[in-house]
């Protein structure tokens, strides 16, 4: 496994191109590695390609690429980053590539980390019993904070909790309606709310073919404790949720700062 990491130059159309369509980034994506054929599709248990643009500031978004090859990101040098740099400085050329197995087998039980999380919460829904399910993307932060902790346990990890001096609610949470809000429990904040449509194929011609993808990604960031690290080694290679083609589903850990570790 290697996790790599690209910085974006806005300045260049070709990068601007590539950031207005999950699809052609996707491609990009995609062609880093000689050996993995379009027509080639993941195995359902196995490690696979994911990717995570994060947008730090306007002139700053970086490409976050897990990969069970190491990556050739020669072609987006060339359309979006520093070419002449890279050139330059062949040592440098133009991304970072690091093992990813070392990080992974070091992950042991109670470890805590601080993550990030770009997905696309999702349910299903029917209006009458007999009409088939429709999947539908949460809308609320109530209901994406609550999409990824029904997903916690089985991905290796628990959310941690605010001490309670930190919480503005005595026990940290509340009710919306009938459904309980733990926006003030957890260490978990949901901020980058995107509704996003694309086309997914052109004819040949370059018209647009078939229905665009709609989809809505959100980005958590937060604190966790590893209760599982084979399960989380196993989500740290294979993602969480659907849209993983669209950059959903990579989560990344950092290490926590020793202000974070505190408790006051």
């Not at 496994?1 to 980034?25: E, V």
């Not at 080639?40 to 248990?45: E, L």
Request: charge should be positive; hydrophobic fraction near 35%; glycine fraction near 6%.
């Amino acid at each position: 496994m290697f996790l790599t990491r690209f910085r974006l130059n806005t300045a260049r159309p070709g990068a601007r191109r590539l950031l207005s369509s999950p699809q052609s980034m996707h491609a990009a994506v995609m062609s880093s590695f000689p050996a993995l054929l379009p027509s080639d599709t993941p195995p359902p248990d196995g490690p696979r390609v994911l990717w995570r643009l994060d947008h730090q500031a306007r002139a700053e978004v970086l490409l976050y690429i897990v990969s069970p090859h190491r990556p050739d990101l020669t072609h987006l040098v060339e359309q979006a980053g520093w070419p002449a740099a890279a050139t330059a400085d062949p040592p440098v050329p133009g991304w970072l590539t690091k093992a990813y197995a070392p990080f992974l087998d070091r992950l042991t039980a109670g470890g805590q980390w601080a993550f990030r999380l770009t997905a696309n919460p999702v349910h299903t829904i029917r209006r009458h019993d007999n009409e088939p399910r429709k999947i539908t993307a949460h809308l609320t932060p109530i209901h994406q904070m609550r999409w990824l902790l029904e997903r916690q346990e089985r991905c290796g990890f628990r959310i941690l909790e605010k001490a309670d001096n930190q919480r503005l609610l005595p026990n940290g949470t509340t009710h919306h309606g009938k459904q309980e809000h733990h926006g003030d429990r957890y260490e978990l904040t949901v901020h980058d709310h995107n509704a996003l449509s694309f086309d997914k194929t052109r004819a040949p011609s370059g018209a647009k073919k078939g229905k665009p993808v709609n989809l809505v990604t959100v980005t958590f960031d937060g604190r966790l404790e590893v209760t599982d690290p084979q399960a989380l080694r196993r989500t740290l290679a294979q993602g969480i949720g659907r849209a993983k083609a669209y950059g959903c589903g990579l989560i990344t850990l950092a290490p926590l700062t020793p202000t974070a570790r505190q408790t006051p």
